[in-house]
């Protein structure tokens, strides 16, 4: 029997998280993983207490027509990044590597085109994480060293928008 690699393994669970998202465009999955241990996980939805945009049956970024990557503060959600660093403390995080995967919540199609906003970049370099593997296809995955995004600050401002 042939092993998954530890990338696709992390992936596999972080995919199973976005289970629990609660968007109607897209969902994602995160988890937090530092020396072979899972420090914590998050998917998209609402914040506790509110109601999430299934329950409602709308999206209010879509009902307003807003493009993709646009205007997040009209979107109900808690991202994935940012619901799995609320649920860890820095010093677990220093060093760790945060896995995640995304999916058309429309169509249960893997996006190939995942990555993390711009504000949860900024959440993923506080946090201290060193890498974000990002899955591309069910076996396929992209690792970003997080330096890369804090020396991509320096780059033209269109050069540096995230999905």
Same mark, same amino acid.
């Given at each position: ?11 596999d669970?972080?995919?199973t ?13 995160a988890?937090?993983?530092?020396? $072979?241990e ?19 049956g ?6 307003l ?5 646009e ?18 403390s820095?010093? $677990? +995080? ?8 995304g999916?058309?919540a ?12 711009? +504000? ?18 069910p ?5 970003v060293n ?10 033209p ?7």
């Amino acid at each position: 029997m042939e092993r998954i690699s530890k990338e696709n393994y992390y992936l596999d669970i972080a995919q199973t998280v976005l289970e629990r998202a609660t968007c109607l465009r897209r969902i994602y999955g995160a988890i937090i993983v530092k020396n $072979d241990e899972i420090i914590s996980t998050g998917y998209n939805g609402a914040p506790r207490g509110r109601r999430n945009c299934v329950d409602m049956g709308y999206c209010s970024r879509e009902a307003l027509r807003v493009p993709r990557g646009e205007r997040y503060e009209l979107c109900r959600s808690v991202h994935a990044e940012a619901n799995a660093i609320i649920s860890a403390s820095r010093r $677990d +995080m220093v060093g760790g590597t945060l896995y995640l995967v995304g999916k058309n919540a429309q169509t249960g199609e893997i996006l190939g085109d995942a990555t993390s906003c711009a +504000m949860c970049r900024r959440l993923v370099i506080n946090a201290g994480i060193a890498r974000v593997v990002i899955r591309k296809t069910p076996t396929e995955f992209e690792v970003v060293n997080v330096a890369d995004w804090v020396a991509g600050d320096d780059l033209p401002f269109a050069e540096n928008i995230g999905g």
